[in-house]
Every structure is written in C-alpha cells, then in structure tokens.
C-alpha cells in the first residue's frame, strides 16, 4: 500500500511539476493575482511591489553561491574525498545506503543548515558511486530530507533570535531562552521522532529493483568531466611557480584559521551560513596545496550555481509581492479567525507552512508572521515558545516541496526537481504528521 502511493506520487509529479524555474514563474504569477483578487490592489501596485523586492536578496543569494561552492571544492580534495568514502563504505546495501544518508542529512541539518545541504548531498553522491543498485534519485531525495529539522536545531534563526537582546518583537514576548524552544521536551522529542521514523519511511520507498534509476557518473557528474588545467607557461617562470607553491597556500590559510579561532573563543560555537563558507574556503585552500588546484576545483564547482543565481531574484519578488501587498498577513488572520488555544499552534503551524511556499526564507517569514500571531498568542494565553517554534517548522517542513532549497543538492546531484520532488511530498505528509501531534500532545 505504501509502495504504491509513493509510486503515484512519484509519477504525479514526473508528470506535472514544472522545471524549478518555471515553479518560481508560476508562483510568481499565482502570488501576483491573489493579491488583486483577495486584497484589491491593483495590476501596477503589484508590478511595484515585485520590482521593488526582486533584487532584496541579493546577499543571500551570494551566501548560497558561496556555501556551495566552498563545500564543493573542500569535498574535492584528497582528505574529503576519503572521509566521505569512509563514511559510504558503511552502506552496503540498498536499503542500508538510504537509512544512513537520511540519518546522516537529520544530524548535519540539525547542527547548521548550510553544512548540512552540502556534506549529504556529497554524501549522496559517493554512496552512489559505492552500493550498486541503489535508486539514485531517492538518495539524493533522502539527502535532500533531512533538511526538514534544520529550524528545530542549532542554526534555527527563530530561537536564536528571540533569545537575543533587542530582537523586533522583545516589547511583546520579552527574551525566550533557548532551554524552551531549541531544548525543549516538545522540539526535542519532534526532533528525534523524525530521526528515527524518516529514514525507515525513505527505506520503505526504495522502488522495486526493475524500477530503479541508478547513478552513472556519466549522466550525473558533469561538473567533473574536465580534466584539471595543466599549468600554462614557462613552468619555471615566476608566476607559474606562485601558482604551484604550498607556501602561498599555507600561509593566506593560516590567517583565515587565527580569525575561525578568534571567532570561536569569543562567541562560542555560533554557525552562520559567513562563518561555515569561511571554514569551508580555507580548509579548502589548505588541502589542496597550491593555488592552481584550489582555482582548478573552484572553477568546477562555479559550474553547479546557475540555479542560484537565476531563480532567487524571482522569488524575492514573490516575498516583496506577498508582505507589501499584505497577502500574508490575510492567510495568518484566516487562520487566527478559526483558532482556539488548544489549536492556535498547530494551526499556526500549517499556515507557517502554506506561507513559506511563497516566503521560503525564514527570516522573512518570522518577519511576516512573527508580529501577527505573537500577540494573539498572548491574548489567547498561548505559549510564546510554542507559537514561536510552530512558525520556525511551519518554516522548515514544506521546504521538502519547495525547489528553492533543493536547488544546491540538485546541482551537486545532477538532478531535477522533479526527479525528487515525488518522493519529497511522501517525506512531507510523514513529517506533517509527527510535527502536527508534537503540538498537540505538548
């Protein structure tokens, strides 16, 4: 029963779901017509509103080029290289291979996002070229899977903000710890409840071996197919050898690591999407060991961000379309309007979800949201922690049906959003479900 509704939903979305570019388009239009249609603005406000967000995110899409990059030029020296294959040499199986990818995607999403996306995708990838006859496409979407717990765990911007002096909305809630969001008895248990049930959901998904697509490195790895770039010139030139000496490399890494260290003795252990690209540029600097490998994988890897860079202006036009057209605001009063406090945070989180389709950032949704539903929660006597994490995975859960996220997994894959996406959606009703009765048992 259950292989069979996967099968459905892997075929529904083979059929129908667009190009990841054309579902930014299509959102985009959507958006732009509900927000004549529910909030009578007109046809050129509209066109205002998306001109005026389009290119609002435009530091975050160069933090995005820059996790994917470093993470992929750090995964392609010698060291990584063995690491991951330590790693994939655990999976043996099919089945095995598709449990420890999920698994290992949860634990790197619930430590910090950005790692996450990129080491099990690599990861993915490597158990790929390991166990045969596993299904390519359902690793990859297994990889892509764990990223659903990313704003119950240690990178979450919502707890993190909230626990922060000085945050937007401290008038209304005051300063939340993290002991009551991020730790708490309900996230935690939300969190390992998805640790242990999605990689048996995945393991239960994998097709029937005649229906299997598996991985050719072919078909899938284009961004390797060239050869590296032999050095050009004299090699006894000057220039040639700066470009081929381990001094020049050790030493810019050297101040690149005195800084992670200073860092982390004066914050702590604080991730951010700066601080994990630093790590990731310098470690890949070192390892390699003369500029021209380290430039020779960059260029590789530079390949992969087309998606990036195309696709996010659209969908900050979207965000800049719903939150100045107010049509956000519209679906968290509709959901408000048929609350009680037994069911405000669920409700908040579903409409969480259905807002980030549009909003897929979580700053910018807490930005929408956070100020309707706190204060309603207060009238309601209603948990701030509760409301305030029911927004965060409302934030993360439908990131599983939205190819903005996916686009750096499906590029270091070589994949499709659709080639994924049918799985994704099995993926999403499951956690639904178990996020949906954490807040109503808590």
């Given at each position: 029963m259950f292989q069979a509704l996967t099968n459905a939903s892997v075929r529904l979305v083979q059929r129908y779901l667009p190009d990841a570019f054309l579902f930014a388009v299509i959102l985009t239009f959507i958006v732009f017509v509900a927000g004549m249609v529910v909030n009578g603005k007109t046809p050129l406000e509209m066109v205002n509103f998306w001109g005026n967000g389009f290119w609002g995110l435009l530091s975050f899409t160069m933090q995005m080029v820059l996790i994917l990059v470093t993470g992929h030029t750090l995964a392609a020296?010698?060291?990584?290289?063995?690491?991951?294959?330590?790693?994939?040499?655990?999976?043996?199986?099919?089945?095995r291979a598709i449990v420890l990818t999920t698994l290992v995607s949860c634990v790197a999403n619930w430590i910090n996002w950005g790692?996450?996306?990129?080491?099990?995708?690599?990861?993915?990838?490597?158990?790929?070229?390991?166990?045969?006859?596993?299904?390519?496409?359902?690793l990859v979407a297994s990889a892509y899977g764990g990223f659903v717990v990313w704003h119950g765990g240690l990178a979450g911007s919502v707890p993190l903000t909230i626990a922060t002096e000085k945050h937007s909305l401290q008038d209304v809630i005051g300063i939340i710890p993290t002991s009551e969001t991020m730790f708490s008895p309900m996230n935690l248990t939300i969190i390992?409840?998805?640790?242990?049930?999605l990689p048996l959901v995945n393991r239960m998904m994998l097709p029937a071996e005649k229906d299997r697509i598996v991985y050719h490195a072919a078909d899938y790895d284009h961004e390797e197919t060239a050869a590296a770039a032999?050095?050009?010139?004299?090699?006894?030139?000057?220039?040639?050898?700066?470009?081929?000496?381990?001094?020049?490399?050790?030493?810019?890494?050297?101040?690149?690591?005195?800084?992670?260290?200073?860092?982390?003795?004066?914050?702590?252990?604080?991730?951010?999407?700066?601080?994990?690209?630093?790590?990731?540029?310098f470690l890949g600097i070192f390892l390699h060991g003369t500029p021209r490998k380290f430039l020779d994988a960059m260029g590789d890897a530079i390949k992969t961000t087309t998606g990036i860079v195309v696709q996010f202006p659209f969908y900050a036009g979207i965000i800049g379309m719903m939150t100045a057209s107010g049509l956000?605001?519209?679906?968290?009063?509709?959901?408000?309007?048929?609350?009680?406090?037994?069911?405000?945070?669920?409700?908040?989180?579903?409409?969480?979800?259905?807002?980030?389709?549009?909003?897929?950032s979580g700053g910018g949704q807490w930005a929408v949201q956070g100020p309707i539903m706190l204060p309603v929660a207060t009238e309601l006597g209603v948990s701030h922690a509760k409301v305030a994490m029911a927004i965060a995975w409302g934030d993360a859960w439908t990131n599983l049906i939205q190819p903005f996220w996916a686009l750096p997994v499906l590029a270091l894959a070589g994949l499709g959003a659709r080639d994924i996406m049918g799985y994704c959606l099995m993926m999403l009703l499951v956690t639904g479900a178990i996020i949906s009765l954490g807040f109503l048992v808590f």
């Amino acid at each position: 029963m259950f292989q069979a509704l996967t099968n459905a939903s892997v075929r529904l979305v083979q059929r129908y779901l667009p190009d990841a570019f054309l579902f930014a388009v299509i959102l985009t239009f959507i958006v732009f017509v509900a927000g004549m249609v529910v909030n009578g603005k007109t046809p050129l406000e509209m066109v205002n509103f998306w001109g005026n967000g389009f290119w609002g995110l435009l530091s975050f899409t160069m933090q995005m080029v820059l996790i994917l990059v470093t993470g992929h030029t750090l995964a392609a020296t010698e060291v990584c290289k063995k690491g991951l294959r330590a790693v994939a040499s655990i999976a043996h199986t099919p089945g095995r291979a598709i449990v420890l990818t999920t698994l290992v995607s949860c634990v790197a999403n619930w430590i910090n996002w950005g790692f996450g996306l990129v080491i099990s995708a690599l990861l993915a990838r490597e158990i790929a070229r390991r166990v045969e006859k596993v299904d390519y496409r359902l690793l990859v979407a297994s990889a892509y899977g764990g990223f659903v717990v990313w704003h119950g765990g240690l990178a979450g911007s919502v707890p993190l903000t909230i626990a922060t002096e000085k945050h937007s909305l401290q008038d209304v809630i005051g300063i939340i710890p993290t002991s009551e969001t991020m730790f708490s008895p309900m996230n935690l248990t939300i969190i390992v409840a998805i640790m242990v049930i999605l990689p048996l959901v995945n393991r239960m998904m994998l097709p029937a071996e005649k229906d299997r697509i598996v991985y050719h490195a072919a078909d899938y790895d284009h961004e390797e197919t060239a050869a590296a770039a032999a050095p050009t010139g004299d090699p006894d030139s000057p220039a040639v050898k700066m470009e081929n000496s381990r001094v020049i490399s050790y030493l810019i890494s050297a101040i690149g690591f005195v800084y992670l260290i200073a860092y982390f003795v004066d914050k702590g252990f604080k991730l951010n999407l700066d601080i994990v690209s630093l790590a990731f540029l310098f470690l890949g600097i070192f390892l390699h060991g003369t500029p021209r490998k380290f430039l020779d994988a960059m260029g590789d890897a530079i390949k992969t961000t087309t998606g990036i860079v195309v696709q996010f202006p659209f969908y900050a036009g979207i965000i800049g379309m719903m939150t100045a057209s107010g049509l956000a605001a519209s679906i968290s009063q509709w959901f408000i309007s048929i609350s009680t406090p037994t069911t405000f945070p669920l409700f908040t989180f579903w409409s969480a979800g259905l807002l980030n389709i549009f909003i897929p950032s979580g700053g910018g949704q807490w930005a929408v949201q956070g100020p309707i539903m706190l204060p309603v929660a207060t009238e309601l006597g209603v948990s701030h922690a509760k409301v305030a994490m029911a927004i965060a995975w409302g934030d993360a859960w439908t990131n599983l049906i939205q190819p903005f996220w996916a686009l750096p997994v499906l590029a270091l894959a070589g994949l499709g959003a659709r080639d994924i996406m049918g799985y994704c959606l099995m993926m999403l009703l499951v956690t639904g479900a178990i996020i949906s009765l954490g807040f109503l048992v808590f």
